[in-house]
């Protein structure tokens, strides 16, 4: 999952070693993110003859593969991927024409108030250890009315409800960065924050942005024979395994 920014204050140092560890997984699911490039394909449209493309940022673009789906489906537009890891960096640069180096802490992103008119946020913020800082600098570098597409797995997914109601530590919760404790699955991936959808309208609202929509993607490491049901309760948002927001910038 794509997770390679911080948030101030700076994660410690083993936590930053753990996200440049090139066996820590770095990209979205493809199904999760050619979804958010469409919500995004019609939110901006086209390039309007004689008129400028939009800058579209893809902050914490880990190797550059959801960077990459985006390019397809917004012919015309200006994708730069942004990360802090120069191996995440490095794979990226051989899928999409922009990759630079950058933090949502410290100095931030380095880019100019409002250069940005969308900003890709793939699976990041559950891996912040602020996330409204995080926000902060996101709703800096866009411009007023500009478009923010997150995505974040679901705390209140389908199957975890079930979990919970068994005792059973739900998916995406971690709750050790050395193994899995308590809950489906094998591989460590560094989530520290979960949300609901509930939750992440009203932490989007307070961090100055309104909610345009919010949609379900289906999550792929679900086992094979519940993938339809996977891909039914994203009619229900709610139940969906992964959220995907669209939100803009609101006007001062």
Excluded: K
């Amino acid at each position: 999952m794509n997770r390679h920014l911080t948030a101030v204050p700076p994660p410690p140092p083993g936590l930053r070693e753990f996200y440049e560890n090139p066996a820590v997984p770095v990209a979205s699911g493809d199904a999760r993110s050619r979804r958010q490039a469409l919500m995004l394909a019609r939110a901006l449209g086209p390039v309007p003859r004689g008129a400028p493309a939009a800058t579209v940022l893809d902050v914490g673009c880990g190797d550059g593969s959801a960077a990459a789906i985006a390019a397809e489906v917004l012919p015309g537009h200006r994708i730069v991927g942004v990360d802090w890891s120069q191996d995440a960096l490095r794979r990226a640069a051989a899928r999409i024409p922009y990759a630079v180096r950058g933090e949502l802490g410290g100095g931030g992103l380095p880019f100019a108030d409002g250069a940005a008119d969308a900003v890709l946020f793939s699976e990041v913020i559950e891996h912040l250890v602020d996330p409204d800082a995080a926000l902060d600098e996101l709703r800096r570098v866009l411009r007023p009315g500009g478009h923010l597409m997150l995505s974040t797995p679901n705390l209140a997914a389908w199957y975890n409800r079930g979990l919970l109601l068994a005792g059973v530590q739900p998916v995406f919760s971690e709750v050790s960065m050395r193994g899995i404790h308590g809950r489906p699955g094998t591989q460590v991936v560094g989530h520290l924050r979960l949300y609901t959808a509930r939750a992440l309208r009203g932490f989007l609202t307070a961090s100055g942005f309104a909610v345009v929509r919010v949609a379900g993607a289906p999550y792929h490491d679900v086992p094979r024979p519940l993938r339809p049901l996977d891909r039914a309760a994203c009619r229900l948002p709610s139940l969906a395994s992964i959220l995907l927001v669209h939100a803009r910038r609101r006007r001062e």
